[in-house]
């Protein structure tokens, strides 16, 4: 089959490129290699609309990050995805740092970014954790979180609404160029595309190397957090940045859309882009270094750790571009922080930049109309619709309270669930306090049934992450 588009990468960039083209009358491709949307850098990252304040000038990051941040609230409304608004505190922990402090300050300011600056007493009356050291603090209202594989998962479902198709477990190893566009060499046979889009995140340097040979090499970072339980909830109510160094943001108490808190991230520089495991140096450094900018961390409400790569250029901005030798082949390389912050005015310069030749549809689906209706019923909505539909009524992950009815319904939505952890992506049995101790036999069980597959069919996220090898439960027939 011929595409007039294909996009390498369902990750929140690819998602949302597809999302803004997809009112174009013309074929959409989205290819991700892995076995559901955005499993990679945008499934673990701190998930921060950052207000824009901290790109140096003069860069795209600076220019999209303020523009995606203002962006966000009617993405997210007309998407249906969480956003919270919850602020931001850069903390100013010593006199040392009041130069860099300033830099925030100026830079905020002529980004028209809104700002306040509060001193000692007035952030600990808001913030009653923040260090005693606190000298002053940039408040920074516009700064929001997000779920980005929510986000991701949302775009893309409208995109299939108009008419794009999403084709998971495609992996691209090879590209060549022809008069009519470009051939994809993927592991589910050849894809013809007259344009093609390179959102491959950690893997946008090998794509865009497949084509022509590049000078891009990505440079990764590895992030490593602490999560801590609905315990600690109250533990911050905005984002707790330090003032920022040469290796980053430093590390954050994040409080999450489901009321979470994280704890982290590091920087630290790893040779591998499959290094997702945690180490104790990192958790380490998060563990002291959360000290600097806050008191009383609650650390015994730990309940996991995870850790995210950075898609990092040793250029330090992103590079979003036409390949050097063809115009329709469109390159967005080191696409980190602030990536998720920048993605719909990403996606929007990305239209701009391709300047396609086909006409905008007569009609065409904006809203996400896919949503968990029951999550945000009253008590008594509840009640009244468990009473015709027992299947809500029946509890599965007790931590989070996801019932059976949440779980078959992001099973049969568009791009449904097909693995363990893509149900706990989209309705969260999994991520309480027991880690799917209690709950992941149960979501395995209901996977086997509504999918017609075996129990030992069923993975918990890549191909052969099969979680039980032999089953004696009760759905051998499933
Ligand atoms: C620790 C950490 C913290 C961060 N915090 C923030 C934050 O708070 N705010 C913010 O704005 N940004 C943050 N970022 C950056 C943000 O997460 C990224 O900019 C964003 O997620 C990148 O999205 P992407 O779509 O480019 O990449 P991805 O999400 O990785 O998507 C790329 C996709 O391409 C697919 N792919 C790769 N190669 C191939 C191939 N050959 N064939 C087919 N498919 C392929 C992959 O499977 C993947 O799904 C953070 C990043 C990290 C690691």
């Excluded at 956003?83 to 002529?110: I, P, W």
């Excluded at 059976?404 to 893509?422: F, M, N, R, V, W």
Aim: proline share 5%.
């Amino acid at each position: 089959m011929k595409y007039d588009i294909t996009i390498i990468g369902s990750g929140i960039i690819g998602s949302s490129i597809a999302y803004y083209l997809s009112k174009y009358d013309c074929s959409i491709l989205v290819v991700d290699k892995e076995n559901d949307v955005a499993n990679e850098v945008s499934m673990a990252n701190s998930a921060i609309v950052h207000a824009g304040h901290d790109p140096k000038p003069g860069t795209l990051k600076g220019e999209l990050n303020v523009k995606g941040n203002r962006m966000y609230p009617k993405l997210c409304e007309d998407l249906g995805a969480s956003y919270v608004n919850c602020g931001a505190f850069t903390v100013m922990y010593s006199e040392e740092q009041r130069e860099t402090f300033n830099d925030l300050v100026e830079r905020a300011k002529q980004r028209n970014i809104p700002y306040e600056i509060l001193s000692k007493e007035e952030a600990l009356a808001q913030e009653e954790n923040i260090t005693d050291n606190v000298i002053q603090v940039l408040s920074l209202p516009t700064t929001s979180i997000v779920i980005p594989w929510e986000i991701a998962l949302k775009e893309l479902q409208v995109a299939i609404l108009n008419g794009a198709e999403v084709k998971l477990n495609c992996e691209v190893n090879g590209i060549d160029a022809n008069d009519n566009g470009f051939i994809l060499h993927t592991n589910q046979g050849d894809i013809e595309s007259t344009y093609v889009i390179n959102s491959a995140g950690l893997f946008s340097d090998v794509v865009a190397n497949m084509l022509e040979p590049q000078e891009y090499e990505i440079n990764t970072r590895r992030g490593e957090y602490f999560v801590l339980s609905h315990d600690a909830k109250d533990f911050v109510n905005h984002i707790i940045y330090p003032i920022p160094t040469s290796k980053g943001k430093g590390i954050l108490a994040v409080p999450t859309v489901d009321k979470n808190i994280l704890l982290g991230p590091t920087a630290d520089k790893i040779d591998s882009k499959y290094g997702i495991n945690t180490t104790a140096d990192g958790l380490n450094q998060v563990r002291t270094s959360i000290f600097n900018c806050l008191k009383n961390v609650p650390l015994h409400h730990i309940i996991r750790t995870f850790a995210g790569i950075r898609p990092s250029l040793e250029y330090r901005d992103f590079i979003i571009k036409k390949a050097d030798n063809y115009d329709h082949f469109i390159n967005l390389i080191g696409i980190d922080s602030p990536g998720i912050a920048s993605a719909p005015a990403i996606a929007e310069y990305v239209e701009n930049l391709m300047d396609l030749p086909y006409p905008i549809k007569d009609s065409y689906e904006t809203k996400n109309p896919y949503h968990n209706a029951f999550q945000n019923m009253s008590v008594e909505e509840k009640d009244a619709y468990i009473k015709t539909h027992p299947e809500y009524g029946n509890i599965v992950c007790r931590c989070e309270q996801i019932s059976e009815g949440e779980i078959i319904d992001c099973i049969h939505q568009p791009l449904g669930a097909t693995s363990i952890k893509a149900v706990k992506k989209r309705v969260r049995p999994g991520m309480g306090k027991c880690q799917g101790g209690f709950c992941q036999p149960l979501v395995l069980e209901i996977l086997a049934r509504e999918l017609h597959i075996k129990p030992e069919e069923v993975l918990y996220d890549q191909i052969g992450s099969n979680v039980v090898l032999d089953w004696k439960g009760g759905h051998e027939d499933a």
